[in-house]
């Protein structure tokens, strides 16, 4: 039960909302530089809600039975609250995606006049909101169980949401490099994204500290591996030290050195939920851990 | 209005609520003859598991499931080198506890678990959609999804449903029916539950000194859960027989869950307008 699918689709869905809600700061609160450097940030948010639908309802053991999640609203199941999210916000995040691709003169015709009505700020507004949580009840949800890995700390949420705005800013500072997005409007998106990932390793050293013996499965077995050295070393700890080495410089250096230190985001993001994942199925057969859990 | 669409929808008005019903599973007088298995699976025409053996004890049922909602486990508790006299083997029929607070009816998503009329938690299995939720939520490890691509109702939750259908017509649910020695007795639960009461403080006067109840209104194991309308009178501590001293409910920690997972994603927002602010 449960298998590749969940850590995927929580990967992805996590990545479309921090890049949705890195975009949206930047259109907020930025220069018209910062503006046109990130709006491919909504691209790639609509892009990474396409297969996350697909991803939740294969898991299901009926996946026929999708839409009997929407049947009732009950905000008290995260599993719930998620699919409500992910109902709300894929439409919202294709709207403003469609807003921009308007503007640019890339979506013609009557789509294009259709885009053109998005209200943008609203949409900004609303598509954070509902991203914000897509980005953090995936972790609530694992923790909202009897796993001791999961359940343990109270910490699982913050984590997966550090981890998940960490992986979008990548993704915008990834496109905006490749892009060749001017230096000033890059070392912002670094800084945004060093914060995140500093966020990251605080969160996980909590998470780990409440954790204690209970971590076992993810510090010690067969998936120390991928989350010491995926997850923490090239998804979080080698991002900060590139972004703080390409500080000082500009131009293609900095541009490269971004788009490294932004990849090794992503694909850390990946290993962190995979590895907490997996390791929590090792957890449910850990009895001690169990009792722990229970004890009072 | 409501009418109209209630009408329209085909909503059904919901049984009126009977009295609670259960199950008091004495373990002391537990012989460990699976009937009440062989029973439940009889009754809800339920897959055998096949002849596979543990290798470790007589306990070759292993762990409730799919398609196993009645367990009859085998604890030998015998040291080595130890006299006959100083060895022990308990017995216990686990079943779901229809807990007062049901972490897996919370849990679901589709509101496929409905607390009965009997106050019973039930499974429907035309609405479950297999998210599998309710498995992990399960302070107990009771619930289980039937696999995927299997024969029996694939891919959707089980577990025990106390003879929803032998309730309905005032039945006593199969294992209890096949107990041969009044184990498993099925009633009402308050009336179970003085019963219980009763039972213990016989056992405590013939010397069971380590002898408990669990799952009763005044035990430490419902501070989360709430009484247990399956509960049992237990030989040991509830360790021994893998039950948890406090089943946890995800709903009473999941506020503050969610509360960390906000913080993060506002101090993200302000450092975020920090850092693009003023550079219109």
């Not at chain 1, 396409?50 to 839409?67: N, S």
């Not at chain 1, 929590?280 to 009072?296: N, T, V």
Request: glycine share 10%.
């Amino acid at each position: 039960m449960w298998t590749w699918e969940v850590p995927a689709y929580f990967w992805l869905g996590g990545m479309a909302a921090g890049a949705y809600v890195t975009a949206s700061l930047a259109h907020g609160f930025g220069s018209a530089d910062d503006r046109r450097a990130t709006a491919g940030g909504y691209y790639l948010a609509a892009a990474a809600l396409v297969p996350c639908a697909p991803l939740l309802i294969a898991d299901l053991g009926r996946p026929d039975r999708f839409h009997h999640m929407l049947r009732i609203f009950k905000p008290l199941s995260p599993m719930n609250l998620g699919a409500w999210t992910l109902t709300g916000f894929t439409p919202i995040a294709f709207a403003r995606a469609a807003s921009h691709a308007a503007g640019t003169g890339l979506l013609r015709g009557p789509l294009g006049a259709l885009a053109r009505l998005v209200p943008t700020r609203l949409a900004e507004l609303a598509g954070c909101a509902l991203g914000l949580t897509l980005a953090g009840y995936s972790g609530v949800l694992l923790a909202a169980t009897n796993i001791p890995l999961w359940a343990k700390s109270k910490l699982l949420g913050g984590l997966f949401m550090a981890s998940a705005l960490a992986s979008g800013s990548a993704a915008v500072t990834l496109q905006a490099a490749r892009r060749g997005a001017p230096d000033a409007t890059l070392h912002r998106l670094a800084a945004l994204e060093s914060a995140a990932s500093a966020g990251e390793i605080a969160v996980l050293a909590g998470y780990l500290t409440q954790s204690g013996r209970t971590a076992r499965p993810l510090t010690r077995g067969r998936f120390a591996a991928p989350f010491w050295l995926g997850a923490v070393g090239a998804g979080a700890v080698l991002p900060l030290l590139l972004h703080r080495l390409a500080g000082g410089r500009r131009g293609r250096a900095l541009q490269s050195l971004s788009a490294v230190a932004s990849l090794c985001t992503i694909a850390g993001s990946l290993a962190l939920r995979w590895s907490i994942f997996e390791a929590g199925k090792d957890s449910s057969e850990d009895q001690s851990a169990s009792f722990e859990l229970s004890s009072g | 209005m409501i009418d109209a669409y209630k009408r329209l929808m085909n909503v059904e008005s919901p049984p009126p609520p009977k009295r609670a019903r259960g199950f008091f599973t004495d373990t002391s007088l537990c012989i460990g003859c699976k009937a009440c298995e062989v029973a439940c699976k009889q009754w809800n025409q339920l897959p055998a598991d096949g002849f596979a053996m543990t290798g470790n004890s007589y306990d070759n049922t292993g762990t409730l499931g799919a398609t196993t909602w009645r367990h009859v486990q085998f604890i030998e508790q015998a040291k080595a080198n130890s006299s006959r006299q100083d060895q022990r083997w308990l017995m216990m029929s686990d079943v779901c506890k229809h807990c007062a607070n049901a972490a897996c009816l919370e849990a679901c998503p589709t509101g496929a678990l409905i607390r009965t009329e009997f106050d019973t938690v039930y499974v429907q299995q035309d609405i479950c959609n297999g998210c599998g939720f309710c498995v992990p939520a399960c302070p107990f490890g009771v619930i289980d999804r039937a696999p995927k691509h299997g024969q029996f109702e694939a891919g959707t939750a089980h577990k025990c449903t106390l003879c929803y259908d032998r309730l309905k017509d005032d039945m006593t649910p199969a294992c209890a029916k096949s107990c041969p020695t009044a184990s498993i007795q099925f009633g009402d639960v308050e009336e179970l539950q003085e019963r219980a009461r009763h039972r213990l403080a016989e056992l405590k006067a013939r010397g069971e000194t380590k002898a408990e109840l669990y799952g009763m209104p005044e035990g430490k194991e419902a501070t989360e859960v709430g009484p247990l309308h399956a509960f049992f009178l237990l030989l040991d501590r509830p360790h021994t027989y893998n039950l948890p001293d406090i089943p946890r409910l995800p709903r009473q920690t999941m506020a503050q869950r969610y509360g960390w997972s906000a913080a993060v994603g506002v101090g993200f927002a302000l450092i975020g307008a920090l850092v693009f602010r003023g550079r219109r």
